[in-house]
């Protein structure tokens, strides 16, 4: 063959490999991808669990994104952020998944097709140098699952898409939500109902899980159907018939939140007022009691609004308080306080799990005060300036102020009779209903137990109540999304000595390198000998 025939053919051949691995390596790339996240807990990457509820897809999904386009920042990359975080999904349900991108904005019938399917406008302001704007966009998605539907109303946080998109399918997976209940009857904050931060939680609860409240003393007990129930800072003594009914509710295999707290202050006066709630019988046989006592930090803690003298004025201020203290101390092995960083646990009670432990009784503290935290019996007011020195009795330590307890609870009722139903209409009057005694639970199935000693830690941690009920219904899956979504943490500013090394450093550094590189290419030179050409 002729060199020049060789040549063209071989340069055929070479094309026709390079288009065929071309090819190949697309055809690859649309069944099977692969990335390199380098960051510490793979944020930029699905988790096995989203991976997971992607892949239980069993008929197409039909996710429709309406979208506004030419958004300024900070929603100026939202819609490329959360479409690519869609094919992700899609990428794992096995072809059952599509996704579909418009923009209604301006279109009466997409507009009106937005909301057919639950996706509202929402408000929409940019301040910027030269202009500012008001007008309503979309920034939302519908899931449509066969016959079910669910909506993202509105994308507005990158760091929860991940989180926001695994909790929607699983609602479109499951055939029935687990309920969750919240005791009402001794005078507990009423989370259904109550403004600002619960109402936020109430709402984050509802996307997931029927949410009811449970009216406990009289005959009724806990309903079967309750699949975690939380008792929230309740304020006045619970009865003995509730604390029966507690007790049989996680003997039968129940999961119990009790958050409790024994100082209301009054920011008006700056005086404590004590809570009694009769629960240390309850929880004592479990193996946990909540001490009366309260938990103080004069390094770590956080703000608490309290009346402060401004000339004739008297204004609330929120200041730095000692009885507020900040939570960093959190078990790093556990789900529920996993990632969150720093808790906020105000007028908190210490704890303590007993030793031994009930038989078949495992216990794991979730959160300690800082080793500079100190615990004090008794106080005569909440003004923080009571608190700069150190008062006779305090004992310092890192106290537990959130546990969490697991297995076949006894009962701390086995010596005792069934107490009455206390009559609405008669407190003074009980009954007890003939079967109810034959009903008694004697032997404890498995459950799951969390005791904290601040009922105010609800409002002022909504992420760690979540996780919390997740644990309860043994509800992991959404833990482990819930923990990547989290912000990533600040950076932290150096101390002045490592600063000033720094500035020396961006000063000199760039010239310091050059001139040691110079100096080492000198120096080879003049060891490295010459020749001179010698011409015949």
Known sequence: MQPRRALLLDAWVRLGAVLLVAILANLLAARHFARLDLTRDHLYTLSETSRAIAGRLEKPLLVKVYFTRGLEAPYNNHEQVFVDRLEEFRAYSRGRMEVSVVDPTGSGELEEEARRFGIQPIQYRYQGTDRAELKRVFMG??????????????????????????????????????????????????????????????????????VVQIPLGAEAGVPEAVDALLMVGPQQPVSERTRYQLDQYLLRGGSLGVFLT????????????????????????????????????????????????????????????????????????????????????????????????????????????????????????????????????????????????????????????????????????????????????????????????????????????????????????????????????????????????????DAIGGILVLFLFGLGRWLWRRRVPRYREVRP
């Open 262 to 505: 024994h100082v209301r202050p009054d920011l008006r006066t700056l005086r404590p007022e004590a809570i009694y709630t009769a629960l240390e019988s309850l929880l004592g046989p479990w193996g946990v009691s909540v001490r009366r006592d309260l938990v103080l930090d004069r390094t770590q803690n956080g703000l608490l609004r309290v009346p402060v003298r401004r000339g004739r004025y008297i204004v609330q201020m929120p200041v730095n308080h000692p009885l507020v203290p900040r939570i960093t101390d959190l078990a790093p092995d556990s789900l529920v306080v996993k990632g969150l960083g720093q808790l906020i646990f105000p007028f908190a009670s210490s704890l303590e799990l007993a030793d031994p432990l009930p038989p078949g009784v495992e216990a794991q503290v979730l959160a300690r005060a800082s080793r500079q935290a100190s615990r004090i019996r008794s106080i005569r007011t909440v003004d923080p300036t009571a608190f700069k020195t150190p008062a006779p009795g305090e004992e310092v330590g890192a106290w537990p102020v959130l546990v969490a307890l697991t297995g076949a609870f006894p009962s701390a009722f086995s010596d005792l009779p069934i107490p009455p139903a206390v009559s609405p209409i008669s407190p003074g009057a009980g009954s007890l209903p003939e079967d109810e005694a034959g009903a008694r639970i004697t032997e404890g199935a498995p459950a799951r137990l969390v005791v904290c000693g601040s009922a105010d830690a609800v409002a002022n941690n909504v992420g760690l109540v979540l996780n919390v009920v997740d644990w309860m219904v043994q509800d992991e899956d959404l833990i482990r999304i819930r923990t990547k979504s989290l912000t990533l943490p600040p950076l932290e500013k150096p101390d002045p000595a490592a600063l000033a090394w720094m500035r020396v450093t």
């Open 141 to 210: 998605a519908s899931f449509v699952y066969g016959e079910r539907q669910e909506a993202l109303e509105a994308v507005t946080l990158l760091g929860t898409m991940e989180y926001e998109i695994a909790r929607v399918l699983k609602r479109l997976l499951v055939d029935e939500r687990p309920t969750i209940g919240f005791t009402s009857g001794s005078a507990e904050v009423d989370v259904l109902r109550a403004g600002g931060p619960l109402e936020t939680l109430r709402a984050e609860l509802a996307e997931s899980y029927e």
